[in-house]
């Protein structure tokens, strides 16, 4: 039999509920960790975010938050997580700026595996070395939520304590997992009661690799900056027309081919830029958002003439099946 949700405990579909379960989680965390120090990778998701704040609210500097920037975050993200955890919460924070270290790895490597096994394990790599300078910390929070449970049962998906750690590191620590019992929308009625910025709390999903997976072939700078900022200027008009939450995920994909064009009267030979913006309700299947013709024409002037490398913009009406969500 595989481990069960308490029967007895509420949805939280209210403020209320939502601070009775912090209430219940700071006691329950502060008799668990005592005086004792906790370690936490904050990538800036929503499960990360939540378990930091609820952390912070219990035992204070106890928690020791680590940033890794590997330099495929989505624009701002980085500068977010430290404005809100340092700056705004008083967190301890270590911010780690590993971008040439991850971009290095990642040089002429085209294959999407081995792409994700490179930024998977640099990851653990960097984690594992902050981990190794910190002495007093017997404790590491995970942002584990009830269907990562539930996927691990079902064999979907590892459900990896430690985080995949080596062990010599993994083996100093207890776990912490104070939201493991909840699903992703009683996560974000958490972060919600707990004060976290809205865009931080229903931050759309966004994959393990970042925008290493949006940036199709071997990935080079260049390109991988046309991916951010074509992506920021999305995300910004989909705001400013409130599509913002309402629709489920939306991003722009730089491949790795050229065409030709013409900008400013002179012929040029540079990437396409694709939109995708889908929707569903199990990632199972997927539907195409079919955007007002005057919003495409808009974000397409918009990317062409902001984005260096870019000449033409695409957009994916593709569902899934046959598609999948990523490109790679």
Same mark, same amino acid.
């Given at each position: 039999?595989?481990?069960?949700?308490?029967?007895?405990?509420?949805?939280?579909?209210?403020?209320?509920?939502?601070?009775?379960?912090?209430?219940?989680?700071?006691?329950a965390l502060k008799k668990q960790v005592g005086d004792k120090k906790?370690?936490?990778a904050l990538s800036g998701g929503v499960d990360s975010s939540v378990v930091a704040a609820l952390l912070i609210k219990?035992?204070?500097?106890?928690?020791?938050?680590?940033?890794?920037?590997?330099?495929?975050?989505?624009?701002?993200?980085?500068?977010?997580?430290?404005?809100?955890?340092?700056?705004?919460?008083?967190?301890?924070?270590?911010?780690?700026? !590993?971008? +040439?270290?991850?971009?290095?790895?990642?040089?002429?490597?085209?294959?999407?595996?081995?792409?994700?096994?490179?930024?998977?394990?640099?990851?653990?790599?960097?984690?594992?070395?902050?981990?190794?300078?910190?002495?007093?910390?017997?404790?590491?929070?995970?942002?584990?939520?009830?269907?990562?449970?539930?996927?691990?049962?079902?064999?979907?998906?590892?459900?990896?304590?430690?985080?995949?750690?080596?062990?010599?590191?993994?083996?100093?620590?207890?776990?912490?997992?104070?939201?493991?019992? #909840?699903?992703?929308?009683?996560?974000?009625?958490?972060?919600?009661?707990?004060?976290?910025?809205?865009?931080?709390?229903?931050?759309?999903?966004?994959?393990?690799?970042?925008?290493?997976?949006?940036?199709?072939? !071997?990935?080079?700078?260049?390109?991988?900056? !046309?991916?951010?900022?074509?992506?920021?200027?999305?995300?910004?008009?989909?705001?400013?027309?409130?599509?913002?939450?309402?629709?489920?995920?939306?991003?722009?994909?730089?491949? +790795?081919?050229?065409?030709?064009?013409?900008?400013?009267?002179?012929?040029?030979?540079?990437?396409?830029?694709?939109?995708?913006?889908?929707?569903?309700?199990?990632?199972?299947?997927?539907?195409?958002?079919? #955007?007002?013709?005057?919003?495409?024409?808009?974000?397409?002037?918009?990317?062409? !003439?902001?984005?260096?490398?870019?000449?033409?913009?695409?957009?994916?009406?593709?569902?899934?099946?046959?598609?999948?969500?990523?490109?790679?």
């Amino acid at each position: 039999m595989g481990e069960r949700r308490p029967e007895s405990m509420e949805r939280i579909t209210t403020p209320e509920l939502a601070k009775a379960f912090i209430d219940e989680q700071v006691a329950a965390l502060k008799k668990q960790v005592g005086d004792k120090k906790v370690l936490l990778a904050l990538s800036g998701g929503v499960d990360s975010s939540v378990v930091a704040a609820l952390l912070i609210k219990a035992i204070g500097q106890q928690l020791v938050c680590v940033h890794v920037n590997h330099g495929l975050l989505r624009k701002g993200e980085p500068e977010q997580v430290i404005e809100v955890f340092r700056n705004q919460m008083n967190a301890n924070l270590i911010y780690v700026d !590993a971008v +040439d270290r991850f971009l290095d790895k990642l040089a002429g490597v085209s294959d999407p595996e081995q792409k994700r096994h490179i930024i998977g394990e640099e990851f653990i790599d960097v984690f594992a070395e902050e981990a190794r300078k910190l002495d007093g910390v017997e404790f590491l929070a995970q942002g584990t939520i009830w269907p990562d449970i539930l996927e691990s049962e079902a064999g979907i998906k590892a459900h990896h304590n430690a985080g995949g750690l080596p062990e010599d590191i993994a083996s100093r620590f207890e776990l912490v997992e104070p939201v493991r019992i #909840l699903f992703k929308d009683e996560v974000r009625m958490v972060g919600n009661e707990l004060g976290l910025p809205a865009n931080m709390v229903y931050r759309q999903p966004f994959p393990g690799p970042g925008l290493g997976v949006r940036c199709p072939g !071997a990935i080079t700078r260049d390109r991988l900056e !046309a991916v951010r900022e074509s992506d920021a200027i999305l995300r910004e008009e989909f705001a400013k027309n409130g599509l913002e939450g309402k629709v489920w995920q939306y991003f722009t994909v730089v491949p +790795d081919f050229k065409s030709t064009g013409v900008k400013n009267g002179q012929r040029t030979f540079d990437w396409p830029c694709i939109i995708r913006a889908i929707n569903t309700t199990d990632v199972m299947e997927v539907t195409v958002e079919h #955007l007002p013709d005057e919003l495409i024409d808009h974000l397409v002037k918009r990317i062409i !003439a902001e984005v260096p490398g870019i000449n033409r913009v695409l957009y994916d009406y593709t569902p899934k099946p046959p598609a999948t969500v990523e490109y790679e």
